[in-house]
């Protein structure tokens, strides 16, 4: 059963650098049926799309965070990662990395983490 | 950017009553729409997905509808479970994609 499992610092000061992972099991990251994908939630709001990446190469980031976002991969651990640079308080948030679906109309979040909070604060 | 709106905000209904929620795009997103539920402490998991169809495992109580700009999530008979947050997303047209602000359904 696929399981995705976010990992990383719960802590980090404004102007750096937000690091996250995501295990998966009971999948692979090179199945090129899916994207990657990480998804936040501030506080009390609605979940807000981050970006998605395949193991083909594509790579799709929300316009409002495309400066400040990369995303990887290690094939070798069945990971992915999120990096958001220059962070404020405003990038705190529960972080969930999710699977989605590559097929045009299967585009929605089949299955997701169970998140990590990560709180911006000096 | 498609934006999606949901509405009410907050719904009050008692168990075993019906209850139907509002999700609105701002251009035409045909059938390609998904709801999540999400309860307290927990990620969203996926209810439905084109418009109207069920999540492995969803039960039958709840039903989706509508296609373009204006969709629906009907729960016919709410059960405790069911009490939490929902949100609708499309998948249309993206980057980026798109999720409504929610509806928190409370017990009356």
């Known amino acids: 059963q696929l399981q995705l499992q976010e990992s990383g610092p719960g802590l980090v000061k404004p102007s750096q650098t937000l690091s996250l992972t995501c295990t998966v099991s009971?999948?692979?990251?090179?199945?090129?049926?899916?994207?990657w994908v990480w998804i936040r939630q501030p506080p009390g709001k609605g979940p807000e799309w981050i970006g998605s990446?395949?193991?083909?190469?594509?790579?799709y980031y929300n316009p409002s965070l495309k400066s400040r976002v990369t995303t990887s991969d290690d094939t070798s651990k069945n990971q992915f990662s999120l990096r958001l640079r220059s962070v404020t308080a405003a990038d705190t948030a529960v972080y969930y990395c999710?699977?989605?679906?590559?097929?045009?109309?299967?585009?929605?979040?089949?299955?997701w983490g169970q998140g990590t909070l990560v709180t911006v604060s000096s | 950017e498609i934006v999606m709106t949901q509405s009410p905000a907050t719904l009050s209904v008692s168990p075993g009553e019906r209850a139907t929620l509002s999700c609105r795009a701002s251009?035409?997103?045909?059938?390609?729409l998904a709801w999540y539920q999400q309860k307290p402490g927990q990620a969203p998991s996926l209810l439905m997905y084109d418009a109207s169809t069920r999540a492995t495992g969803v039960p039958a109580r709840f039903s989706g509808s509508g296609s373009g700009t204006e969709f629906t999530l009907t729960i016919s008979s709410l059960q405790s479970e069911d009490f939490a947050i929902y949100y609708c997303q499309q998948y249309n047209d993206w980057p980026p994609l798109t999720f409504g602000g929610g509806t928190k359904v409370e017990i009356k």
């Open positions: 999710a699977r989605q679906g590559v097929t045009l109309g299967t585009e929605f979040f089949h299955r």
């Open positions: 009971g999948d692979s990251i090179t199945n090129i049926n899916y994207y």
């Open positions: 990446m395949s193991y083909t190469g594509n790579t």
């Open positions: 251009q035409s997103v045909s059938i390609n």
